[in-house]
């Protein structure tokens, strides 16, 4: 079976109201957030069929750290990773390598961190 490598991710955070925002006004989404019991789920807009993988935000205490420097490394795709980077200091994130090119055929990438303190990527062709 064909499918794509990344099946499912979470991004962990301390306060979901905040990273909410955040993701909203960086991405320009709508974030759906559910409470399963303790552990808040903020969804990530996702459509059968289409390229890319599930996932979002999660908020455990006991399971989930926010970090900066360790752990998986998440690349979001984007058309020009200029159009989320020019929205991430404005929501409360800090950029950490500004749009870098990483060859001409690989396209160009960028790193922040997100309002909790995780260490994330972007990367698009332009």
Known sequence: MESNMVGWFEIPVTDMARAKAFYEAVFEIDVQI???GGTKMGWFPWSEGKPGSLGGLIENKSHYTPSDSAGVLIYFSSPDVSNELSRIEGAGGKIIQPKTQISPDIGYMA?????????LALHSRA
């Not at 790193?111 to 303190?117: A, N």
């Open 34 to 36: 559910h409470d399963l």
């Open 111 to 119: 790193l922040f961190l997100d309002t909790e303190g995780n260490r």
